[in-house]
């Protein structure tokens, strides 16, 4: 059948299952809105207050779905708009399809009005990116795209679509989905892992985010029982394991727990599952696993010897390579008590210790925790909250974090709040927000009251820009630099202003009472909460020192 550009575009969006996209219209896309509006029926849009909130939607309603999100941008402005979303996306692994739309063929290269090389400046911080200069390329590029962002190491896909091809007439053919083919592991690449397994005393894995990606995490959980391990995360690992488990010992590195750091400098065999080795969890490289044979689990082989030498690695699919792994260990599963029993001994020894002064963000977190179903969905923006929400909310699989890791994006969370709860209408979903984040993306707020979505945003209202205000006291001698917030903004009356409920909690307040309140009225709902100043993230290494060198807090009185 015969259909213009913009009609081909969204029927290959129907071909890939796509039921949600994210986005802002301008004269670029104007052709799209309107074959969108022809379509209304069988896909639904949603209008975001700005350009970033599309591409964080659509990052976070990927992450929680699992499934690619789309999100759709005019030209210039709107699409440079995008970018930081596709950033975060890219730094995270995060399966997105973002379409732009750009001046006619013939105007390319030429300043028009609203022009830009949206390709050019993209090509680092996506998988892959086309511009489409002929409509007959239009389908095959969409239907190439979703195979790329959602295959191997997922990621951000860019098409920029001139407004000519998207009038363009052209015939259009259906085609059937791609299936997803998952890089099987080499055998003898698994079967030297099991025999480092065998001959190891002392072993420690060191998770990521890969393997949520992989959605491997019941893989994980029968390959800890069978290897007798004990675990801990990078931050995008949070989640893969319930924070509860007997082997779990919580996050490594810089914001990492004592126990997990301890275990990494004095285990023999480090297995490193879907993780790249970040500078916030090694810091310093020649003092991290330094008594450890390192082995390497990923997808992607150009993560392989790139922040850290490896002894051995397993290229492959996480889920199909801790499938076979399992397989392999079931007959003999492997068993290293002593190291358990010290396991067991640091984490009675070396709890995450708060004192009477910071123990306002852990008593918040807990009470949300005890209040939430499992399966809630958390999402946080970046800075002391997002640490404390890692920390101190018991993260399970059955729930999702989302956060922005790699990148570490201030302003992610509304906006990947809105893709979360579009895409999980019958699960809670929490923005924990820190008052400098939110001051990025309150706009959102329009999105959220247009569709009436029942976000709850936890403001951690601590007055200032408290990660870097932290960082300033410990290494810039109190030398508060424009860290400071302190205009009167009256948080409640502004979401009020878009027709959502506001609530108070003060530092002295319950705050299971108010926020059980804002729970039960499965509505949108901001609640402004009260943190004192100076609280901050413990433990914490300092830049540049070994992992188990630790900054903690006193015990708490």
């Not at 104007?30 to 591409?55: P, V």
Request: aromatic letters at 6%.
């Amino acid at each position: 059948m015969k259909l213009n550009g913009s009609e081909i575009l969204i029927e290959c969006l129907i071909e890939q299952q796509v039921d949600t996209v994210f986005g802002f219209p301008g004269g670029a896309v104007l052709n799209i809105y309107d074959a969108l509006y022809k379509y209304r029926s069988s896909i639904r849009h949603i209008l975001t207050s700005h350009e970033q909130g599309a591409s964080h939607a659509a990052d976070g309603y990927a992450r929680s779905t699992g499934k690619v999100g789309v999100c759709i941008a005019t030209s210039g402005p709107g699409a440079t708009n995008l970018v930081t979303g596709l950033a975060t996306a890219y730094m995270d692994s995060i399966p997105i399809v973002a379409f732009t739309g750009n001046v006619t063929t013939a105007l390319l290269g030429k300043d028009s009005f609203q022009e830009v090389d949206i390709t050019g400046i993209t090509m680092p911080i996506t998988k892959h990116n086309y511009i489409v200069k002929d409509v007959r390329e239009l389908a095959p590029t969409i239907r190439e795209a979703f195979r790329i962002a959602r295959s191997g190491r997922p990621g951000p896909v860019l098409i920029d679509v001139p407004k000519d091809v998207s009038a363009a007439i052209c015939d259009y053919e259906k085609a059937d989905t791609d299936p997803i083919i998952r890089l099987r592991p080499m055998q003898n690449a698994l079967e030297k892992t099991i025999k480092m397994l065998r001959e190891s005393v002392r072993p420690m894995l060191y998770v990521g985010g890969g393997v949520i990606r992989a959605n491997a995490q019941g893989e994980l959980a029968k390959f800890i029982e069978l290897i007798d391990s004990p675990m801990g995360v990078s931050f995008m690992g949070t989640g893969a394991v319930a924070c509860d488990h007997v082997r779990f010992t919580g996050m490594i590195g810089m914001h990492g727990t004592r126990v997990s750091n301890i275990a990494v400098n004095r285990c023999d065999l480090l297995l490193v599952i879907g993780a790249r080795f970040s500078d916030r969890v090694v810091s310093k490289a020649s003092a991290f696993a330094k008594k450890a044979k390192i082995v390497q689990i990923d997808v992607d082989p150009a993560e392989i010897n790139k922040n850290m030498p490896t002894l051995h690695h397993v290229i492959g699919d996480i889920k199909e390579v801790l499938g076979e792994l399992n397989t392999m260990l079931e007959r003999s599963p492997i068993v290293h008590t002593s190291w358990m029993e010290q396991i067991a001994l640091w984490k009675q020894e070396y709890p995450i210790k708060v004192s009477v002064e910071n123990r306002r963000s852990k008593q918040v977190l807990r009470a949300l925790n005890q209040l939430l179903p499992e399966n809630a969905i958390i999402v946080t923006e970046v800075g002391q909250h997002q640490m404390w929400t890692a920390q101190f909310y018991c993260h399970n699989p059955k729930g999702r974090f989302l956060s922005s890791g790699g990148l570490g994006t201030m302003g992610y969370g509304t906006g990947a709040a809105i893709g979360a709860q579009v895409g999980n209408l019958d699960k809670r979903v929490v923005n924990v927000a820190g008052d400098g984040s939110f001051r990025m993306n309150c706009n959102e707020l329009a999105t959220i009251a247009r569709y009436n979505l029942p976000i709850i945003i936890l403001l951690m209202n601590n007055h200032t820009l408290g990660m870097v205000r932290q960082w300033q006291t410990f290494f810039y001698e109190h030398r508060y630099s424009e860290t400071t917030l302190d205009t009167s903004v009256d948080w409640i009356k502004l979401a009020q202003a878009y027709g959502i409920n506001g609530m108070h909690l003060g530092i002295d307040d319950d705050p299971a009472m108010v926020l059980n309140a804002a729970i039960s009225l499965h509505a949108p709902v901001l609640v402004d909460c009260e943190i004192p100043v100076d609280n901050k993230v413990f433990p914490m290494v300092a830049p540049g020192a070994s992992i188990d060198d630790m900054i903690e807090d006193s015990p708490e009185q």
